[in-house]
């Protein structure tokens, strides 16, 4: 496709129905095509939400989300998402060999290119070890997965896939903190020009994110790079510390 990815929330307003508490108030965002964007804030903040709109769950009660200068609204759901790879906490798997869940949406995929993506999602290593390796039959009287190797699967699916924008909402909250390191560092190369989007609530492995941006009350509280947050010693700088 010819996105680019570059992302806008123009004086967003948004809750979850019309009488009720506004989750996210003026809110504005830019973000070029490209970037590793990290989204970081206390639980209930609106991380989610916002990242719900770039999809279309939701649409803001006020403002716009915009994708390339085009408003959401005037662009097919379809087109939309086909543009977009979402994957959250709960990781899904389809009772087929591993190799067929990592080219879920790619079925033409080579044994190559699946290899690929699960060495860059930190999974080729222990698909190696299974005696049938990537023709693994996952549950269902196959091979039952850990929690954190099911995470791993959906996140070489992800990268597989290859969007113009990819969001990871905490899909390595099962995962060890050096495991979910090296994920983000191959992130950079293996999804290079992609727009990415990781809410993650461990701060030492988004640090090299290119944009860090904190959401508190609903708003956006600050962004920058980790040097510049820490420096500035307001909200990043306080979650930094525990
Ligand atoms: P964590 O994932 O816990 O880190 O939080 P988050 O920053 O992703 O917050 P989220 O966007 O999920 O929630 C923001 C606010 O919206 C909270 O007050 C939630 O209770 C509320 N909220 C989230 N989802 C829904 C929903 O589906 N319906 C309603 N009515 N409220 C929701
Ligand atoms: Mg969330």
Do not use: C
């Amino acid at each position: 496709t010819d996105v680019q990815g570059h992302i806008k929330f123009k004086d967003v307003s948004f809750g979850y129905n019309n009488n009720g508490l506004v989750v996210l108030e003026n809110f504005n965002l830019e973000i070029d095509p490209g970037q590793i964007v990290a989204i970081v804030g206390p639980t209930g903040a609106g991380k989610t939400s916002m990242i719900s709109m770039l999809l279309r769950f939701y649409d803001p009660w006020q403002g716009e989300v915009s994708l390339d200068g085009v408003n959401l609204k005037d662009l097919t759901l379809e087109s939309l998402r086909s543009n977009i790879t979402l994957v959250l906490q709960d990781s899904f798997i389809f009772p087929m060999s591993l190799a067929d869940n990592i080219a879920f949406a790619n079925p033409n995929a080579s044994r190559e290119e699946i290899i690929k993506a699960a060495k860059a999602a930190q999974a080729h290593d222990f698909i190696s070890r299974l005696p049938e390796g990537y023709d693994t039959i996952a549950s269902e009287g196959g091979v039952s997965l850990s929690g954190g190797e099911k995470q791993r699967i959906s996140l070489a699916r992800a990268f597989l896939r290859n969007t113009s924008i990819l969001i990871l909402d905490e899909p390595t909250s099962a995962l060890d903190a050096q495991t979910e390191a090296r994920i983000f560092q191959s992130l950079s190369s293996y999804s290079k020009g992609r727009t990415i989007f990781i809410i993650s609530h461990r701060l030492s492995t988004i640090r090299h994110a290119d944009l860090i941006v904190t959401i508190k009350d609903g708003m956006i509280a600050e962004k920058g790079t980790h040097e510049v947050l820490v420096n500035e010693g307001k909200v990043y700088a306080e979650l930094y510390k525990y």
